[in-house]
């Protein structure tokens, strides 16, 4: 998997994810993504356009940094899946804890109301 | 239309990637449309990530066979292995956690395989698992017509040979069975032709035998037959629902039958008394056939013949689903000590390998080793470099024991390798990390902790401690403890500060950490190894590597606790400055 992050702001960053998130694709980006996230009071957001599978092990990556990047003040929310990787993120239910937003500026100006 | 492909898999998670493109290629092959294959995509990869995860008890080489067919509208890959019995369907789907903060991160595989495919069977046969998966799509374009699918004939031709003909639908309902003007008529010839008993028979064999069979009606709660009575008829259940009862008529424990079962065989066969209990369980209907039809007339025909082993076969399957299902309520305490073997394999995986650990270079030698107890306990150890000469070493030990500390240590692990990799110096990385343990702590779980950072060019170590034990500092004149900062242990209170201490090393130092473990390390007597003892293995080691050092230690505790079980992980860390 990749990996890119670009800042949008002050504290506020937008990581591309991109490729497979199966075993594999988690173990490469984990490091990578749990230390991007980790922002005192953070915004991130993790744009999924390029993520083309999504399997429970790739959830465990998100569901880590967004329960840390919480604990901190911080908030970590995702950014345009593709319509099957909403339908996993919908049938774990992982949507009620992470907010999805379909396109990035919705989510900015989500992320950006205290 | 039917195809069918497999493939073998090692239980290595690499093949997973293998296993999803040779699944991609079937899917095409096979017409499955995107969003199915999507879906058929995830649930093989929870399905087999779990069996590889925790199907097999030593690390040896396992098969794991995919399978995918595909039957008229019907795609279902099949996952098969001869790991330790493991039905995925058996857990309860876990609750959506109402919030983050409560969310536990693990157990969604499962979960993501049943939501997304619906048709999921399991069944253990042979000592291997097997997992199949049901997608349905639309029949691919250009397929040949559909056989009629389920149990309607296909039509035969009507000729003037009846006698060649097997019977069909229409042929039985005029065959004289009683009270063939009924309005039911229509459905009990329905049973008669789908009867696993009578089906493929040529129709003029049985005309005039079904017209002779009385048929007999039950309420709920009639026993047809009872042990001890002896039975002279074989009986066709029609309508309703009877239920064979092996010990008492009400007992929970019982045999099903469905209507096209034929019941009462078993002692017109061997002649003996009957053995069971066979209660209508809803108002039912039977059709009753006389042993002397049976024998003279029946049997004798080889499609009666054939379709009686088939359901004597078939009983004796059912029969071994329940002793089987008996057994694995036995097997709950073996779903227990999985549990541990879990927890256990969670805490190895998070633990760095190497051994020694960095083998190429040349400014640090260092060597650690975790033996577990007969429990899981908590215990673990950490070491990385932060900066081209800055590494970072931790040793910890977790309170409580089981799935529990195995949790919390990865918690504890994961908190300590991202606050060093940014930089903090040790104190305040055990202030981020008690603050993040104090969250979410209802267990009130605690760990000790001691971690720093060693500078490889200047041989300075910085270290800070949470409750941990000392560690020793080696040079040739002896061991001898490094004071440590006062620090509580980790977890308890949020409002807790560490500070730091430093020494130095000069080159040919060693430095020695460890958990509680090592000097409390039982013999049979329940005496400890104690301090002293291992000051004494330490200076008693011969000068040699860091891994020399680490063999010697855990050699001496060998021999203290000899064949005591060990009720405590034992963790060592042993480093020595070459700078």
Known sequence: ?114 | MSAARELRLRNDFAELRRMSEWLADACAAFQVPQGLRFDLDIAANEAVTNIISYGFENSASHQIVLRVSRQRDRVAPEIDDDGRPFDPLRYPEPATPASLEEAPIGGLGVKLMRGLIRDCRYERRDGRNRLVMAGTCPMPQGATPLEPSGEAAPSRPRGSDRRRRTMTPEELSAAGIAERRSQRDRRRAGFISASRFLSGVPYHLVEDVLARCSVRNLNKGDVLLAPGQMNDCMHLLQEGQLRIHLDSPDSGDFIPVQPVDCIGELSILDGKPVSAYVVAHEPSRVLAIHESVFWEVLLPIPEVAKNLFRVLSERMRLNNELILQRMKDHLVLEQLRQELRIARSIQSSMLPAGWPMFPGRGDVDICASMDPAEEVGGDFYDAFFVGRHRLFLAVGDVSGKGVPAALFMARAMTVLRTEALRGRPPHEILDWLNASLCENNDASMFVTILCGLFDTRSGRFTYSNAGHNPPYAGRAGGYYELPVPRGPLAGIDPDARFSSAECRLARGDTLVLYTDGVPEAMDAAQRPLSEGRLVSLLQAAPRGSARDLVEAIRAGVAGHVQSAARSDDITLMVLRHRG
């Open chain 1, 1 to 114: 998997m990749d990996i890119e992050s670009e800042s949008l702001g002050d504290k506020t960053v937008r990581i591309i994810l991109t490729g497979r998130m199966d075993v594999q694709g988690a173990q490469e980006i984990d490091a990578r993504f749990n230390a991007m996230t980790a922002i005192d009071g953070g915004r991130c957001l993790v744009d999924m356009a390029g993520v083309s599978f999504l399997a429970s092990i790739g959830i465990r990556t998100l569901l880590i940094s967004a329960k840390a990047l919480k604990a901190r003040g911080g908030r970590l929310v995702l950014v345009n899946p593709d319509a099957n990787v909403t339908k996993v993120l919908q049938t774990s239910g992982v949507d009620t804890l992470i907010p999805v937003y379909g396109e990035l500026r919705a989510a900015l100006a989500a992320v950006s109301t205290p």
